[in-house]
């Protein structure tokens, strides 16, 4: 497991865009597993929508992105001169809303690993329910 602080160290996300509260799981290189509390007090709420707050899909795959920035970064010993950056997003696809009061749980896998690219498959479950799903491409560069 991972805390909050633990992640602040391998991501360089902070307020209001860092999207992972905590780590459940991690088989490195290959599987992880994370946490995001979703609270009306964020900041997107305001707009989206006031009368019916949802969280926009956008968010919920940069969290899922994240969550994979973890697992991609956590691995690399001279990580805090890297960066991961999104190549490509396929094949997302949105279930159910996101509300507030809502745990997301993000299961993300490699799908294929080269030298600086990474290809991961990502879910999103919210009470064992898929809410969204995406492919996404990354790469890790240098700062």
């Not at 209001?16 to 599987?31: A, Q, S």
């Not at 899909?57 to 969550?67: D, F, H, P, R, T």
């Not at 993000?106 to 991961?120: D, G, N, P, S």
């Amino acid at each position: 497991m991972m805390d909050i602080m633990e992640i602040r160290e391998i991501l360089p996300h902070r307020y209001p865009f860092l999207l992972v509260d905590r780590i459940l799981e991690i088989d490195p290189g290959k599987r992880i597993v994370g946490l995001k509390n979703v609270t009306i007090n964020e900041e997107f709420f305001q707009g989206h929508f006031p009368s019916q707050p949802v969280m926009p899909g956008v968010l919920i795959i940069e969290a899922m992105a994240q969550v994979g920035g973890v697992l991609m970064l956590g691995a690399i010993e001279n990580r805090a001169e890297k960066l991961a950056y999104f190549m490509g997003i396929d094949d997302a696809r949105f279930r159910k809303p996101v509300v507030p009061g809502d745990q997301l749980t993000f299961e993300v896998e490699v799908l294929k690993e080269k030298r600086t690219t990474c290809k991961l498959q990502g879910k999103a479950f919210v009470d064992g329910k898929l809410v969204a799903e995406a492919v996404i491409m990354s790469a890790i560069v240098d700062r």
